[in-house]
Nanobody
Framework: QVQLVESGGGSVQAGGSLRLSCAAT????????MGWFRQAPGQEREGVAV???????????WYADSVKGRFTISQDSAKSAVTLQMNSLKPEDTATYYC???????????????????????WGRGIQVTVSS
C-alpha cells in the first residue's frame, strides 16, 4: 500500500523557519520525482518545489520564484522521504502544503512536466503552515 505522510508544519513568526518532511511508503520510484505544492485559503494550488533524480543519481530541482533563495528541497533516500527547508518565512507563505509523487518512473523532463501541470498521481493529505507578521 502506498502512502505519503507530511510532517513538520506549524505556526511561526515572520522571518522564522520550518522544516517539512514527506515520508513515502510503498513507492518503488519515488526518488525519480517528488514535489511540494501549497494552497492558501481562497487561492489555487501552486507548485513550490520539485526534485528529480536521473539514472545516474544526478538531481535536478526547480523552485517557484516566490520561494527561491528561501526554500530548499532535498531527498533523504535512507528514510524514503523528501524535505522542504523553509527559511525567512513570510505571511504569504501561509498555506496547506502537500507533497506529491507517482507510482511510475519519471524522467527528469517528465518530472518537470508533472510539476508544471500538477499531474502527479499521488498526493499527501497536507499539512498546515501559518506565518504570522
Amino acid at each position: 500500500q502506498v502512502q505519503l505522510v507530511e510532517s513538520g508544519g506549524g505556526s511561526v513568526q515572520a522571518g522564522g523557519s520550518l522544516r517539512l518532511s514527506c515520508a513515502a511508503t510503498g513507492y518503488t520510484y519515488f526518488r525519480t520525482c517528488m514535489g511540494w505544492f501549497r494552497q492558501a485559503p481562497g487561492q489555487e494550488r501552486e507548485g513550490v518545489a520539485v526534485v528529480a533524480v536521473d539514472g545516474d543519481g544526478a538531481e535536478s530541482v526547480w523552485y517557484a520564484d516566490s520561494v527561491k533563495g528561501r526554500f530548499t528541497i532535498s531527498q533523504d533516500s535512507a528514510k524514503s522521504a523528501v524535505t522542504l527547508q523553509m527559511n525567512s518565512l513570510k505571511p504569504e507563505d501561509t498555506a496547506t502544503y502537500y507533497c506529491a509523487t507517482d507510482r511510475v518512473q519519471f524522467s527528469v523532463a517528465q518530472c518537470y512536466n508533472a510539476y508544471i501541470q500538477e499531474s502527479f498521481g499521488d498526493w499527501g493529505r497536507g499539512i498546515q503552515v501559518t506565518v504570522s507578521s
